[in-house]
């Protein structure tokens, strides 16, 4: 195995204090698995508006193949917040995968607050209070949106509340 497939791959800063979207691609931005990455701009709106957002790649995209090629299908503006690739622990975990390679990152790094935007409830335990859920043949919409913007700002609120 893999030293990147047991524990990611990382090339920018991960601050814990930062907030990290940790982003699925089928099913959040484009619907199922059309291959369109429709909902890029939305992405984009999202990230112009939590600025204090950085990106982990959680999707399948990043599995086996090179990191140049996986950041090539994000514009530059998106490309520059994303920090690294999550692990791959398929097959190495009994159930919800994806979860534990989402929290193999929060754990090593110490993160405080993050959210895993994914389309597939099965990864993740039924309370996982990080997950936001896009529905698979609706993605990134802009009303999806509208709620993960919501949901990281109060975050990053409550953060400065108390100190964060």
């Not at 193949?65 to 622990?89: K, Q, T, W």
């Not at 607050?113 to 802009?142: K, M, S």
Request: glycine share 8%.
């Amino acid at each position: 195995m893999s030293a990147r497939r047991s524990a990611g791959e990382f090339w920018l800063e991960i601050d814990a204090g930062r907030h990290w979207i940790f982003l699925d691609i089928d099913g959040v931005l484009h619907r199922a698995e059309n291959g369109s990455l429709e909902f890029m701009p939305v992405l984009d709106h999202v990230l112009t508006q939590c600025p204090q957002a950085g990106i982990i790649l959680s999707t399948n995209w990043r599995i086996g193949v090179p990191r140049e090629m996986v950041l090539s299908h994000f514009p530059a503006g998106i490309r520059e917040r994303i920090a690294g690739l999550n692990p791959d622990l398929d097959g190495l975990v009994d159930n919800h995968v994806r979860y534990h390679e989402c929290m193999a990152v929060v754990k090593r790094f110490g993160l405080q607050y993050y959210t895993f935007v994914d389309d597939t409830a099965r990864l993740f335990p039924a309370d996982c209070p990080a997950l936001f859920l896009t529905q698979r043949h609706e993605g990134l919409n802009t009303l999806r949106a509208e709620a993960l913007i919501a949901r990281v700002n109060a975050l990053n609120s409550h953060a400065h509340r108390s100190g964060g």
